[in-house]
């Protein structure tokens, strides 16, 4: 499984940016059946949590994101979204998808977004 991020950018306070990530190689079951999701890290700090899928249906948000960003999915297109709202300049990051049978043990490539005040 490959996974391909697009989407990010820059954006002022108020705007909105959406993410996608396709899990390139995945077949139907195995997609549906892992955690899939995203997550953001500035240089230097930990890796966490922004939204993620655990298992095809129950979705997992940061209480900092919870009423701003919603996650998606395609299972067509092996494709999850993640539609960001409301942004604000601490969501600056860059933002990485993962995915894995337990916790994420396949990364993408990460994706910058940064929001101005």
């Known amino acids: 499984v490959r996974l391909v991020e697009s989407g990010g950018g820059s954006v002022q306070a108020g705007g909105s940016l959406r993410l996608s990530c396709k899990a390139s190689?995945?077949?139907?079951?195995?997609?549906?059946?892992?955690?899939i999701g995203w997550y953001r890290q500035v240089p230097g700090k930990e890796r966490e949590l922004v939204a993620i899928?655990?298992?095809?249906?129950?979705?997992i948000y940061a209480d900092s994101v919870k009423g701003r960003f919603t996650i998606s999915r395609d299972n067509t297109r092996r494709t999850v979204y993640l539609q960001m709202n409301s942004l604000k300049p601490e969501d600056t990051d860059i933002y990485y998808c993962g995915f894995g049978p337990s916790r994420p043990d396949i990364w993408g490539q990460g994706t910058q977004v940064t929001v101005s005040s």
């Open positions: 190689g995945a077949i139907l079951s195995v997609f549906n059946s892992n955690i």
């Open positions: 899928f655990s298992g095809q249906s129950r979705t």
